[in-house]
């Protein structure tokens, strides 16, 4: 009785790659078997740096095609070739020196907010500084650094960020209509944050701050793996609920090894501006015991100050509107030690 090819296939199954527990079968190395008279013909095309695995898998199937009933000859037409080299990726960001996200575990904290200071501020200090808005979901930085033009395009057709009180600003908020949603899956997200981080054109830059979404989702894991973040900056407000949130975004920096550089305590407090009166609206200090149980650092309290929201929304960060106020006082403080801290050797 004939051989079948159903027959010499199941032989194949029998011999494994050398060293691994795959068949030549499964990965897809067998392109064809012809059967006549007894005759087995089959074409192995083998994918491998090493010449002796390809001499070791050719006798292996020998062997067990000749084993096989009714297979008078057996004829291997194999080819060997060597894996093609994979180019390496290019390194994402070659002339910014420092990156750091600012994140926190929950929305409505203010971590926006924070970022467009801190970035203000670094700038401010005399640092080169470039804002990435990586809140895909909602992205403000547009409106909060009072950028009005729309991103162009150079001549190597890279994206230029736009200029917000001289920091080098890119949101997906410049390239949709206010009102329009972004209703996108997980991979629709990486794929934006890599186009950011790809074909924007950042230049020289010492520092880019990174305005991530809230949460621990899938920007907050692009972002960790697809750059080398110097740091991250936890965003909290003093209520229980939003500390637990915190806690978690902590986590998820410690697990994909990116240096925590410590909490802030947003909406800390509210002083009356007729009485004077300092008010702990949301209650005080919750970030500052959090910092202290996770050993961290803390990074200061921001306060409670109405020009903050109505600079926010004119497009006038505190630190640029009324530098003089408490609450850029504590934006200053966060980008000096955040400073501090990515330097220290």
Not at 198 to 224: H, K, R
């Amino acid at each position: 009785m004939d051989v079948t090819q159903e027959q010499v296939r199941e032989a194949l199954r029998q011999v494994r790659f050398p060293g691994l527990t795959r068949d030549i079968v499964s990965f897809g190395f067998v392109r064809g078997i012809a059967v006549e008279h007894g005759a087995v013909t089959v074409a192995l095309a083998l994918t491998t740096a090493n010449p002796e695995a390809g001499k070791e898998i050719e006798r292996e199937a020998r062997r067990v095609l000749e084993a096989l009933p009714g297979v008078r000859e057996v004829r291997l037409d194999a080819t060997v070739d060597a894996p093609q080299a994979v180019p390496p990726r290019p390194q994402l960001l070659p002339g910014v020196r420092f990156k750091v996200a600012v994140a926190s575990g929950k929305g409505g904290v203010g971590k926006s907010t924070v970022a467009a200071n801190l970035a203000v501020a670094l700038r401010r200090a005399g640092h080169r500084v470039g804002l990435l808005d990586a809140d895909i979901y909602g992205p403000s930085q547009q409106m909060m650094m009072g950028c009005q033009e729309r991103p162009r395009v150079n001549e190597a057709e890279k994206i230029l960020p736009v200029d917000g009180h001289g920091v080098a600003v890119m949101s997906l908020g410049f390239l949709m209509e206010p009102d329009t949603p972004v209703i996108w899956r997980g991979p629709m997200v990486m794929k934006a944050l890599q186009q950011f981080l790809e074909d924007v054109e950042w230049g020289e830059l010492d520092f880019l701050v990174v305005d991530l979404p809230p949460g621990t989702g899938d920007a907050q894991l692009t972002i960790t793996q697809l750059i080398p973040l110097d740091g991250a900056v936890i965003v909290t407000t003093p209520q229980d609920v939003a500390l637990i949130d915190a806690r978690k975004g902590l986590a998820m920096f410690q697990k994909v090894n990116v240096p925590v550089l410590g909490i802030i305590e947003n909406m800390a407090t509210f002083v009356c501006p007729h009485c004077g009166k300092e008010s702990a609206i949301f209650k005080r200090g919750g970030g500052k015991r959090t910092a202290q149980g996770l050993d961290v650092p803390f990074l200061g309290e921001v306060p409670i100050d109405p020009a903050v929201v109505v600079g926010g929304d004119a497009g006038t960060p505190i630190v640029v509107g009324e530098p003089s106020s408490a609450a850029a006082r504590a934006f200053v403080a966060l980008a000096d030690e955040v400073v501090r801290q990515v330097r220290r050797p």
